[in-house]
């Protein structure tokens, strides 16, 4: 039995029930909503405005190196290829995951979890339920490459000898990965469980 | 017979809503309704359909929670103080502490890189250890402040955006980056930040919702 069965809303903050009518919570003073409203619409929004930044992130430089004055950009993927080559595959590895495969797969993740609401797909909805949590737990892990970028610059000044530079496909990163940690956070997971998406 | 059996159901979550609305739970992943029942300490109670933690408490989570923050927060006081980490080649050697290294990042648009780092490591963590002693502090002397309601919702908010765990990976990567290039040696400031990561997931894993939630919302459980 789910509270909007009983024509109750349940706060989405804190899980207290309230008579429907409610306008906020009593316990915890948030705003009261059977459902958040345009809660599709906003991931949607959201989603596409990361996907547009990680387009630059990866064709632009992340950051680039300058050894005695001369100067070498490298973007996400050139970087992992760097790594591999000198051998540490660890790093390598896992700059491949958080930089490429996490954002990919989670831009991906918050699309069909979105398209299965909207046109109420048949998944099982444990399986679903556990790619949102994926996604809301992994989203963060993707800063990993843009806090390299930013020591490595901050750090490394050693005169004419080393510097780094940051290069824009590093902001790039950021602001998609920070695009689609809001979209997921816009997400209001009850819609999963409902297979009805209104309000 | 089926629908007899709903409006059965029905009936009884409506007497149980009547005598006492604060003994009800929706889960807020998925909205299925729960009696709230007691749950012992280092016991979670977790949602029938969606497995969603709805009651975890702890033993002493107030003093837990505020000792964890306060520590947490001295931590940082230490790392910002102390330097991070040594570079030297060549004769030539760098010595900067993370205060250090945003200021050399303040430049043009690097700037928002180091507004990213100063939010997202040292800013929102430090933001929500706030908010919690805030909050904590006042039910510990059995009432919750004025605000307790608005900041608890801010450090539940910013959670996500506290990323002190994933900064010290990325000094891990930048480490091996930085391996063939120059001599690195850590600072005190380094294994300080590990120590604050510890103790700020200790804090996290500490604080259960429900239970702070019925604290400021001035029931007893």
């Known amino acids: ?199 | 017979m089926q629908d007899n059996h709903a409006e059965h159901e029905q009936k009884a979550w409506r007497a149980l809503f009547a005598s006492d609305p604060d003994g009800l739970i929706a889960c807020p992943s998925c909205d299925t309704l729960h009696v709230a029942a007691a749950v012992a300490p280092g016991q979670v109670a977790r949602c029938k359909r969606c497995h969603f933690a709805l009651i975890a408490p702890r033993r002493d989570t107030l003093d837990r929670t505020l000792a964890l923050a306060l520590t947490s927060a001295i931590l940082m006081l230490a790392v910002l103080g102390f330097p991070f980490l040594t570079l030297s080649r060549q004769g030539l050697a760098n010595e900067i502490s993370i205060l250090g290294m945003i200021g050399e990042l303040a430049h043009g648009w690097y700037m928002l890189l180091a507004i990213a780092v100063a939010m997202f490591v040292i800013g929102l963590p430090m933001l929500r250890a706030a908010a919690l002693v805030y909050v904590v502090w006042g039910l510990r002397r059995n009432r919750a402040p004025r605000a307790a309601r608005h900041v608890f919702r801010l450090a539940e908010a910013i959670r996500p955006w506290a990323m002190t765990e994933v900064f010290i990976i990325g000094t891990g990567v930048a480490l091996v980056k930085v391996a063939g290039l120059a001599r690195v040696s850590f600072g005190a400031a380094f294994w300080i930040f590990c120590v604050m990561v510890l103790v700020l997931a200790l804090k996290n894993a500490s604080v259960c919702r429900w239970t702070i939630w019925a604290m400021i919302g001035g029931r007893n459980s």
């Open chain 1, 1 to 199: 039995m789910r509270a909007r069965d009983m024509g109750w809303i349940g706060c989405h903050n804190c899980g207290a029930v309230h008579d429907k009518g409610s306008r906020s919570c009593r316990t915890c003073g948030a705003r009261l909503h059977g459902r958040l409203p345009n809660s599709l619409q906003k991931l949607w929004a959201w989603l596409v405005t990361g996907v547009f930044f990680l387009i630059p992130a990866n064709l632009y430089p992340l950051i680039s190196n300058e050894v005695f004055g001369h100067e070498e950009g490298h973007t996400i993927l050139e970087g992992i290829v760097v790594f591999a080559e000198s051998g540490d595959y660890l790093v390598a590895g896992v700059i491949f995951l958080a930089s490429f495969v996490i954002p990919a797969f989670k831009v991906l993740v918050i699309a069909i979890l979105a398209l299965s609401i909207q046109f109420h797909w048949q998944l099982d909805r444990r399986v679903r339920h556990l790619l949102y949590e994926f996604v809301e737990f992994i989203g963060r892990w993707s800063m990993i490459d843009v806090f390299v970028v930013a020591l490595l610059t901050g750090l490394v000044h050693l005169g004419a000898i080393l510097a780094f530079l940051p290069g824009v496909g590093a902001i790039c990163f950021a602001l998609s990965v920070i695009c689609t940690m809001l979209s997921a956070q816009a997400l209001d997971s009850r819609l999963i469980w409902d297979g009805v998406e209104n309000e």
